[in-house]
């Protein structure tokens, strides 16, 4: 029987690094910020939704969404948060769905890993069987943010200050990985769950 698990932690704790390395383990990932890039492509509904909702001062003249400068608005704008996500996440979900019955169809006894920041705050959490949170200190979140891209440190301060904090995410986790000392770490511990998801699989 196949297993489907979410895996999340907050920005900059290496939940994408953690997924990379189930992915060398032979786990099928599905990566919820792929799905959303697809949905917003020109033409599709929720572009569509998203054009209506915030206005065409969001758009490239290629019609691409302006991910940057809709990404700042809704960091200074709650309301605005709350939008978009009523746009997207019940459509990720929906996509997250189709894609792990397409897993089970092929593969009947694979692990299935959704790589998803928002997946307690989307609700999508609730389709997984299991959850892993990776767990980080807040100053290597930051440090790591801030060396992948040109965010200030102010920046990337207060939109971690606007997630979900990190005690209430381990509170859904089944499982925690650890992430404050060396990749190498980390590594270990992911081959370790893959082999106890193995067997739940």
Known sequence: MSLLVGLT???GAGKSLAASYFL????YIIDADAICRQLVEPGKPAWKEIFDTFGSEYFNPD????????AAL?????????????????R?????????????????????IID???????????????????NSNEELQIQRVIKRSTESRESVKKRLDQ?????????YADYILYNESDQKYLKTQVFDLY???????
């Open 74 to 90: 809704i960091f200074d704008n709650n309301n605005k948060r709350i939008a978009l996500e009523a746009i997207l996440h019940h």
């Open 92 to 112: 990720v979900i929906v996509e997250e769905k189709n894609k792990y019955h397409s897993y089970q169809k092929k593969y009947p006894n694979a692990v299935v």
């Open 163 to 171: 997630q979900m904090p990190l005690e209430e995410k381990l509170k």
């Open 63 to 70: 019609d691409s969404l302006k991910r940057k400068k809709l």
């Open 195 to 201: 082999l106890e998801l193995l067997k739940l699989s």
């Open 116 to 134: 998803a920041a928002l997946l307690i705050e989307s609700g999508n959490h609730k389709i997984t069987d299991r959850i892993i949170v990776i």
């Open 24 to 27: 060398e383990q032979g786990a």
């Open 9 to 11: 932690g907050c920005m």
